[in-house]
């Protein structure tokens, strides 16, 4: 098989309701140098029969299985067995615009970044736009200040963990064997705090050309655990050695990180009907990991605005429960 410009990593478990509307979303793409690499992870329903019979339909699309160690160990075979020029990550039910890989193609041709970065739409139950994040415009980043630019932009617009959302050249990660770590929290992160590192050009697509669908319940998103301390201890020292390399102002990276992860946890359990003990427990954690590493009013002056009412609204569950209940009633009404 000759190189192909696009290497398409698809991590597989037990979605076998979702991946034909994943492949079709790829197949249907009127661009056609690629390969697929479908990983299953040790799925226990069809869908490694799926994958087999997508393998007979297509040559460019190959099958690889492991016993289930996690989305992180999937997308590394599929970065073993890659062959294109650059690689991209999609979830499995998950779906692409039928414009990205042109696009795409069209980018690496007239600018051969090392990164491509573009916009999603969140998709809810009934198919509506819940949320949609895009860059401002499009625009290349060359030198070390446009990307330090770029990472607190990606950073601050939900846009930078993900892999989805970005086309990365494959000869970069293989040389610095950049690889997802098998972390219980933020291995996406990590994964691009560190490319970060050996990015010298990027560039961003001011449009949405990913559908990160919320439908399935037990999706490695849906999944998330409040995470422990030692988690983010890890996180915050990757995350500064990017931002100390990209000559970026480390203070309050800990504690902002903290503060914003537990605040979306907590909306998450609270929408998915935990058990409100449960969630108290977790909230009652969460302030004694504050207290053990900051004084409260220090921290209080150190972080946005912004922060400092989801802070105060997790300090007050009470009425972070009443708001939640309201922006759920108000979209009810308006649908």
């Known amino acids: 098989m000759e190189k192909p410009l696009f290497s398409i990593v698809v991590p597989c478990y037990n979605i076998e309701e979702y991946l034909i509307g994943s492949m079709e979303s790829i197949l249907s793409q009127p661009f056609k140098?690629?390969?697929?690499?479908?990983?299953?992870?040790?799925?226990?329903?069809a869908t490694g029969a799926m994958i087999k019979s997508f393998t007979e339909m297509d040559p460019r699309i190959h099958y690889y299985s492991q016993v289930n160690k996690g989305v992180s160990v999937a997308r590394n075979i599929g970065i073993e067995h890659a062959i294109g020029e650059y690689i991209y990550f999609l979830d499995a039910d998950d779906t692409i615009s039928?414009?990205?890989?042109?696009?795409l193609s069209i980018e690496v041709a007239e600018e051969k970044p090392d990164l491509i970065v573009f916009g999603y739409d969140k998709i809810g139950p009934n198919l509506e736009i819940l949320r949609?994040?895009?860059?401002?415009?499009?625009?290349?980043?060359?030198?070390?200040?446009?990307?330090?630019d770029l990472f607190i932009f990606l950073e601050n617009n939900e846009l930078f963990n993900p892999p989805w959302n970005k086309l990365y050249r494959l000869n970069l990660l293989v040389q610095n064997n950049i690889k997802f770590p098998p972390l219980a929290v933020g291995e996406d992160?990590?994964?691009n705090y560190i490319f970060f590192r050996f990015l010298e050009s990027a560039y961003v697509i001011a449009e949405p050309l990913y559908n990160y669908l919320t439908l399935r319940e037990g999706s490695a998103t849906e999944n998330e655990n409040f995470p422990e301390l030692s988690a983010f201890t890890f996180l915050d020292d990757q995350k500064k050695q990017?931002?100390?390399?990209?000559?970026?102002n480390t203070s309050g990276v800990y504690e902002t990180d903290l503060i914003v992860a537990y605040y979306n946890l907590f909306k998450k359990?609270?929408?998915?009907?935990?058990?409100?003990?449960?969630?108290?427990?977790?909230?009652?954690?969460?302030?004694?990991?504050?207290?053990?590493?900051?004084?409260?009013?220090?921290?209080?002056?150190?972080?946005?605005?912004?922060?400092?009412?989801?802070?105060?609204?997790?300090?007050?569950?009470?009425?972070?429960?009443?708001?939640?209940?309201?922006q759920s009633i108000l979209i009810k009404v308006k649908k």
């Open 269 to 326: 359990s609270f929408l998915r009907k935990d058990i409100s003990r449960v969630l108290d427990i977790k909230i009652t954690l969460f302030k004694e990991q504050v207290t053990s590493h900051y004084q409260l009013h220090d921290l209080i002056l150190r972080i946005s605005k912004k922060n400092n009412i989801k802070l105060f609204l997790l300090y007050h569950t009470h009425l972070f429960r009443i708001i939640l209940v309201l």
């Open 33 to 45: 140098d690629w390969e697929v690499i479908l990983v299953d992870d040790g799925s226990t329903d």
């Open 189 to 191: 992160a990590v994964f």
């Open 132 to 148: 949609r994040r895009i860059p401002k415009q499009n625009k290349l980043y060359q030198d070390k200040d446009a990307i330090g």
């Open 242 to 248: 990017t931002m100390n390399q990209l000559g970026l």
């Open 98 to 103: 039928d414009r990205l890989l042109t696009q």
